[in-house]
């Protein structure tokens, strides 16, 4: 899809972005910009933009608070408003949270350890830009790998994005906490994606498997059409 255009997003202390970009590339093609957190300005005319995972920081403060004042942010901030897709991945989730773009926070996993493995999820919703490739219900294999990916909102929000449509993914069977076994959030418009397992690493069967393939698929689809 030649005239597909994405971002993405590095920090000091990212460590996925390669892999993000990667994916981009393989699944929608076109034309993939890495920027630097310190830019101000991001390319014209995006489709995507990306935040991988990572300890933006060294996750000092709270995971994704300082990476969520970085300049680039106010740039994403303004995406959004004019209704870019973002996807944000574990770190990228944490910051799309500190930044105000998603409800909720994203605390210290429940038993205090880092998590990293496969987990299960379960398809919420199937309505979405990200998520229109997969079946409603359907259970996927996604890797999981942080240390702070409990999330939490008061239980007025968590009924209101619940009742919205706005839960993408659940974790299927317990992971680190997270209220209402919560793994990904869309936002009110449903072009913002925030989500703790990392689809980037599941795209061909050389990885292990390639569920998370589906969701760059949709969202090329989504944007400049198959």
């Known amino acids: 899809m030649s005239n597909f255009r994405a971002a993405v997003i590095t920090f000091p202390g990212s460590n996925c972005d390669r892999d993000m970009a ?53 740039a994403v901030v303004e995406a959004v408003g004019r209704g870019v897709a973002v996807l944000g991945v574990c770190n990228g989730f944490q910051v799309l949270a ?40 359907q259970q996927i294999r996604i890797p999981v790998a942080h240390h702070d990916g409990n999330y939490f909102a008061d239980e007025a929000t968590l009924d209101r994005i619940e009742g919205e449509g706005r839960v993408a993914f659940r974790y299927a069977e317990p992971v680190n906490g997270s209220a209402r076994d919560i793994a990904g959030v869309l936002n009110e418009a449903g072009n913002v994606l925030g989500m703790m397992p990392h689809p980037e690493r599941m795209i061909e069967p050389a990885q292990g498997g390639s569920d998370g393939r589906a969701l760059f698929a949709a969202v090329a689809r989504g944007l400049v059409g198959a």
């Open 22 to 74: 990667v994916a981009i590339d393989e699944i929608c093609g076109g034309t993939i910009h890495r920027v630097w957190h310190g830019d101000a300005v991001l390319p014209e005319r995006l489709d995507l933009i990306a935040l991988p995972g990572g300890f933006s920081y060294g996750d000092y403060l709270r995971s994704g608070a300082m990476a969520a004042r970085s300049p680039v942010m106010r």
């Open 98 to 137: 500190e930044a105000g773009l998603l409800p909720g926070a994203l605390m210290r996993n429940a038993g205090i350890r880092f998590v990293c493995r496969e987990v299960a999820l379960t398809v919420e919703n199937t309505q979405s830009l990200f998520t229109a490739g997969y079946r409603k219900d």
